[in-house]
């Protein structure tokens, strides 16, 4: 059975992206070349190793299988480059860390301040995506680390085996962020049938995801006046007056001025579980000094 490094390579990117087509735009090839790599995979190994369906490809039982000892030896290869390059840059270390967008702007960069002060010789990089991308990036070996937000009943991030190991860090209600000088700020609460009625300020919805900042539930279809990734942008557009968006209040230390959150009445609470989650298997020294001080970030922020 002959599999060449460039079919491995392929394999864990299409793992990762969940279709050829994000897996060639990722790696500079065209869809048929990847086709044809797996192709060529799926008759060495004698497996099917994705299941097609209408949003992409799941890896198969041997899909997964195989994926595992690809990552293990694709790591090894690009520790072996390292270690050629020099054993200094080996001693230094490093950690792939994945998150949710609100992650990214607390915990995250606190977490790698107090890093670089404990251990300023791991080397960390990081990477936003949606729940589903980052559960993908972790199976394909590609993360170490990633902060996952989830809602009761809190269930495991994919149902692959073995599952991955999901550590809770902290629990927040969500809110919803409306402008400081409005009526709602005033009175310190808004009701579900009130802000149905309002322009809402929500990222763009995702196959991967539902639509985000606007709150679950609402009676009729919300108006989505404005769309934006970023929180802070959010944040900011909801200063202006431009409508509202919901928020937790892990957020508390960036909001801007001129907004504030409140929480919403006569419904139950929105509790949102922030989770670190890693693949099956020991970690590396560098991957526990990240994970503790995300914990100890956590913890202060829950306090």
Do not use: N
Not at 134 to 157: E, F
Not at 245 to 258: E, H, K, N, R
Request: proline share 9%; hydrophobic share 45%.
């Amino acid at each position: 059975m002959e599999m060449t490094l460039v079919a491995l390579r392929v394999l864990r990117e299409v793992a990762e992206r969940g279709t050829f087509t994000a897996a060639a735009d990722a790696l500079g090839y065209t869809q048929s070349a990847v086709s044809r790599q797996m192709a060529a995979l799926e008759q060495a190994t004698g497996a099917r190793l994705f299941d097609r369906h209408a949003g992409g490809v799941r890896l198969t039982g041997p899909g997964r299988a195989l994926l595992r000892h690809a990552v293990v030896a694709l790591d090894a290869l690009e520790d072996a480059g390292r270690e050629l390059r020099g054993a200094r840059e080996v001693e230094r270390g490093r950690v792939r860390l994945g998150f949710f967008p609100t992650a990214g702007a607390v915990i995250v960069p606190r977490a790698l301040a107090m890093l670089r002060q404990e251990h300023p010789h791991i080397q960390v990089t990081t990477r936003e995506a949606t729940t589903p991308a980052l559960a993908r990036a972790l199976r394909a070996g590609t993360l170490d680390l990633a902060l996952l937000s989830s809602r009761p009943p809190h269930r495991s991030p994919d149902t692959d085996d073995p599952p991955l190991t999901a550590e809770p860090l902290m629990e927040v209600q969500l809110a919803v962020v409306v402008p400081a000088g409005g009526a709602f700020a005033e009175r310190g609460s808004v009701s579900v049938e009130e802000i149905a009625r309002e322009p809402w300020i929500a990222s763009p919805g995702t196959a991967d995801e539902p639509l985000l900042g606007v709150w679950p539930g609402l009676p009729g279809r919300p108006v989505v006046r404005h769309t934006a990734r970023d929180w802070l942008t959010k944040l900011h557009l909801v200063a202006a007056g431009a409508g509202i968006t919901t928020a937790t209040p892990a957020l508390l230390p960036v909001v801007p001025p001129g907004v504030c959150l409140v929480p919403v009445e006569g419904v139950a609470d929105e509790v949102r579980r922030i989770s670190l989650v890693r693949g099956p298997g020991p970690m590396k020294a560098p991957t526990r000094a990240l994970a503790h001080v995300l914990r100890m970030q956590a913890a202060d922020l829950a306090d």
